[in-house]
């Protein structure tokens, strides 16, 4: 097993989200339970080398007549597929959030850069274009676990678009190492006071294509 460390994290380990929650709920997934002499916890994802931010184009599907929008931030691809099968599956429109400066796909170089813009609350900068979002009543934000909470770059997007999903039901959908969702559901009700937050989904990332009977529920609701 690969081990690598989610940086400040140890607070927060043990308080993996199950798949589906709006709490956070205590649980020790196999990989959680220990901890490296270092003090590092579990493993990370390897970047698969087709960092979506780098090279490829990003993915943008906008139609003047859905009520829903998934809104993702991906790094090496894991939440990118998901992305799009929820795309498909309620028929919506879909956007990729890239980040002005992609991610390098070293992990450690990742994380570091990670740590230290949430340290700083120094969230990066995004290079997309957002469209209008006044058309859609639901905005499904997909993103991958960073530190046991939301990606930054999903950060950005909704400390810079918190009155256009004034009024909105919201939730995400993420892809983690096995941890859980960490605290996405109540940093999402903290960071949106006025969206109506729903129920998040999350999975861990190699079990993704196991577990369509827990998506297609959490999917339902929309
Ligand atoms: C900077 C960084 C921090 C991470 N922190 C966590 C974490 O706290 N808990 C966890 O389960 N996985 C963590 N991971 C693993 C990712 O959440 C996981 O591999 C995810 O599927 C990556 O999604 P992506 O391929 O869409 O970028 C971290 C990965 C990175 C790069």
């Known amino acids: 097993m690969i081990r690598k460390s989610f940086g400040a994290i140890s607070a927060f380990v043990f308080l993996s989200g199950c798949q589906m929650n709006n709490q956070t709920e205590e649980s020790s997934p196999e990989n959680a339970?220990?901890?490296?002499?270092?003090?590092?916890?579990?493993?990370?994802?390897?970047s698969d080398g087709k960092d979506t931010n780098a090279s490829e184009a990003p993915t943008r599907k906008l139609s003047d007549s859905a009520k829903s929008i998934v809104i993702y931030f991906s790094r090496s691809g894991h939440t990118e597929e998901l992305a799009k099968e929820i795309s498909e599956t309620i028929d919506s429109d879909i956007l990729e959030l890239q980040v002005k400066e992609p991610y390098p796909s070293n992990y450690e170089e990742t994380e570091n850069r990670a740590t230290y813009e949430r340290d700083n609350e120094l969230?990066?900068?995004?290079?997309?274009?957002?469209?209008d979002l006044t058309q859609?009543?639901?905005?499904?934000?997909?993103?991958?676990?960073?530190?046991?909470?939301?990606?930054?770059?999903?950060?950005?997007?909704?400390?810079g678009y918190e009155k256009?999903?004034?009024?909105?039901?919201?939730?995400?959908?993420?892809?983690?190492?096995?941890?859980?969702?960490?605290?996405?559901?109540q940093r999402l009700s903290e960071l949106l006071p006025k969206s109506n937050i729903e129920e998040v989904y999350t999975v861990e990332d190699r079990n993704a294509d196991e577990d369509k009977d827990n998506l297609n529920r959490w999917l339902s609701d929309f």
């Open 136 to 159: 859609y009543q639901t905005v499904i934000l997909g993103h991958p676990i960073w530190a046991m909470t939301l990606a930054n770059p999903m950060v950005t997007f909704i400390q």
């Open 33 to 46: 339970s220990t901890t490296s002499e270092s003090g590092n916890f579990g493993r990370g994802a390897i």
């Open 123 to 131: 969230y990066p900068e995004l290079s997309t274009g957002i469209p």
């Open 164 to 185: 256009e999903l004034e009024g909105k039901i919201v939730t995400s959908f993420s892809t983690n190492a096995g941890y859980g969702s960490g605290d996405t559901f």
